[in-house]
T-cell receptor
Framework: DAGVIQSPRHEVTEMGQEVTLRCKPI?????LFWYRQTMMRGLELLIY????????DSGMPEDRFSAKMPNASFSTLKIQPSEPRDSAVYFC????????????FGPGTRLTVT | AQSVAQPEDQVNVAEGNPLTVKCTYS??????LFWYVQYPNRGLQFLLK??????LVKGSYGFEAEFNKSQTSFHLKKPSALVSDSALYFC???????????FGKGTTLSVSS
């Protein structure tokens, strides 16, 4: 298995632009998580899905952030409009019902908003 | 609310020496505790978990962790450190709803040769 796939690996954009981050979870996994990692705030859970349904989005910072999971093999995290304070590494992780806490993380997307 | 604390930002040990990375927790109900490791420019990797049973749990790469209920601690240990163990280590606890994880701030482990 290729593991969790994220794209792009690096994204540099200007303030005000729309940014879309993509994630392909491990086949057969029921849960998908989006995290954000910064030096100041550490690792924060933004939102997670179970069987493509959003379960908890309380970590989404504000309305500029949105996440979708149209099917079991694809999820997006969108920021519109982006701001410099959104600069961070965004991780996607997945797990399956049998071991929901053993999460498999993707390599991350390093976002820089100038 | 569920939380974990990692009191040390950095731990330095010499190769071959034992290492300990500390974690304390605060939970409602039974604690589900985890350790993850992050190597540079990589995502986190699961190391080990405590849910129930023996207080000493063994995980990947020779790591183990000791659950101590009276001290509300779950310290990560390894008898003999390797330079390749140098990484960022996260302690985590299951959230109140029971599915997501709440991670600590992380502790950077540096093993010198």
């Amino acid at each position: 298995d290729a593991g969790v796939i994220q794209s792009p690996r690096h994204e540099v954009t200007e303030m005000g632009q729309e940014v879309t981050l993509r994630c392909k979870p491990i086949s057969g996994h029921d849960y998908l998580f989006w995290y954000r990692q910064t030096m100041m705030r550490g690792l924060e859970l933004l939102i997670y899905f179970n069987n493509n349904v959003p379960i908890d989005d309380s970590g989404m910072p504000e309305d500029r952030f949105s996440a979708k999971m149209p099917n079991a093999s694809f999820s997006t995290l969108k920021i519109q409009p982006s701001e410099p304070r959104d600069s961070a590494v965004y991780f996607c992780a997945s797990s399956w019902e049998g071991h929901p806490y053993e999460q498999y993380f993707g390599p991350g997307t390093r976002l820089t908003v100038t | 609310a569920q939380s974990v604390a990692q009191p040390e930002d950095q731990v330095n040990v010499a190769e071959g020496n034992p290492l300990t990375v500390k974690c304390t927790y605060s939970v409602s109900g039974n604690p589900y505790l985890f350790w993850y490791v992050q190597y540079p420019n990589r995502g986190l990797q699961f190391l080990l978990k405590y849910i129930t049973g023996d207080n000493l749990v063994k995980g990947s790469y020779g790591f183990e962790a000791e659950f101590n209920k009276s001290q509300t601690s779950f310290h990560l240990k390894k008898p003999s450190a390797l330079v390749s163990d140098s990484a960022l280590y996260f302690c985590a606890v299951r959230d109140q709803a029971g599915t997501a994880l709440i991670f600590g701030k992380g502790t950077t482990l540096s093993v010198s040769s």
